[in-house]
């Protein structure tokens, strides 16, 4: 149990409910989204329900919802549930709400500031410690109590203690890393190589193919995380080979979908203009950056060809034979 916790959650979305539904459950004193859309917020107060996200779910009756950021003082820990492309500059605008000892937890999936992740961005930006939590973990499955593994990124036992103690008896698991680069970058990867997993089965119904493509997507997205900084073992926990496997092999996987689109030909501007972008961006700063430093791509060949679907005119039909030539 956990009844000294105040714990607020910014984002009221899918992951940010379904987590805040598991803390409430598990004996949090206080759990509050802190959402800006207020009928989001009037659904969970009045009816115990995010209409939203999860019409028909009932939540936890201690699980409670503002639009108001001066609530969130007093909050051991925060957890960060909105995308990372908005993130910093609602972040910052209401920095006098965010305790100063306050543990700030990222759950955003990409870049934070230029070529940094969110938790590089944290760290050059509050003087909060922060840690990331990424696994393969559908919101659907979280809150309906299907068992579901994170790996915690931190530095520090009291971070790490702190943390553990809240999902104690839940239904998540955590394993631990304190490669927080390494799980950062994971998480952004799986997403790119999920993209080019749905291409390969838009254009083929092949298992063979598609665990040729599987490995050498998964070897190649360990040497980009080395380049970055991460560290070998760290793809081998829950935010590495797990988040990956689920995000390019579940149809609920929204990268997945893009993959799939883009593999049957409708690439165009009705595709999600917000999925596209973040996919392109994270392609286009990976790629980008190996190039100017190194000025050697081959051997990153499937990241090299999004980032052609990305740019440029591509015939997308060469795609499958263009990654698999030596």
């Known amino acids: 149990m956990n009844a000294k916790k105040k714990i607020s959650i910014i984002g009221a979305g899918t992951i940010g409910t379904a ?42 009756t201690g ?30 605008s209401i920095r006098s709400n965010i305790p100063a000892d306050a543990i700030l937890v990222n759950l955003a999936k990409g870049f934070g500031c230029e070529e940094l992740t969110v938790v590089e961005c944290l760290k050059q930006n509050f003087s909060n410690l922060a ?10 499955e979280i809150i309906n109590r299907i068992p579901t593994g994170f790996t915690l990124g931190y530095i520090g036992d ?29 998480s952004i990867l799986k997403n790119i190589y999920a993209i080019a997993l749905g291409i390969v089965d838009a254009q083929f119904n092949s298992p063979n193919l598609r665990f040729l493509i599987l490995t050498r997507a998964f070897r190649e997205m360990m ?6 900084g991460g560290k070998e073992e760290t793809i081998y926990k829950y935010c590495g080979y797990g988040d990956f496997t689920l995000t ?10 893009l993959g799939l689109l883009i593999g049957k030909g409708f690439f165009t501007e009705h595709v999600s203009h917000e999925l596209v972008l973040e996919g392109k961006t994270a392609t286009s700063i990976f790629y980008e950056k190996i190039l100017r430093e190194t000025g050697e791509t081959k051997r990153y060949p499937i ?3 999004l980032y052609k679907i990305f740019t440029e005119k591509y015939d997308i039909s060469k795609f499958v034979s263009t990654i698999l030539e030596p």
């Open 131 to 140: 840690c990331t939590l990424k696994g393969p973990s559908f919101a659907k």
């Open 303 to 305: 990241i090299g060809e």
């Open 248 to 257: 390019a092999l579940n149809d609920l996987s929204r990268n997945r979908t």
């Open 223 to 228: 040497n980009i995380m080395l380049y970055f």
């Open 63 to 92: 699980l409670r919802a503002t639009t108001d950021v001066s609530l969130m003082k007093g909050s051991s820990v925060i957890f960060l549930a909105i995308p990372s492309v908005v993130l910093f500059d609602y972040l910052n």
């Open 158 to 186: 009291d971070v790490k203690k702190e943390i553990s103690s809240l999902f104690h008896g839940t239904t998540i698991y955590l394993d631990f890393s304190e490669d927080i680069q390494g799980v950062e970058i994971l």
């Open 19 to 60: 987590l805040g539904n598991i803390l409430s459950e598990n004996g949090c004193r206080e759990v509050l989204l802190v959402s800006v859309e207020e009928n989001v917020v009037k659904s969970i107060n009045e009816q115990h329900i995010n209409a939203r996200y999860f019409p028909g779910h009932h939540l936890h």
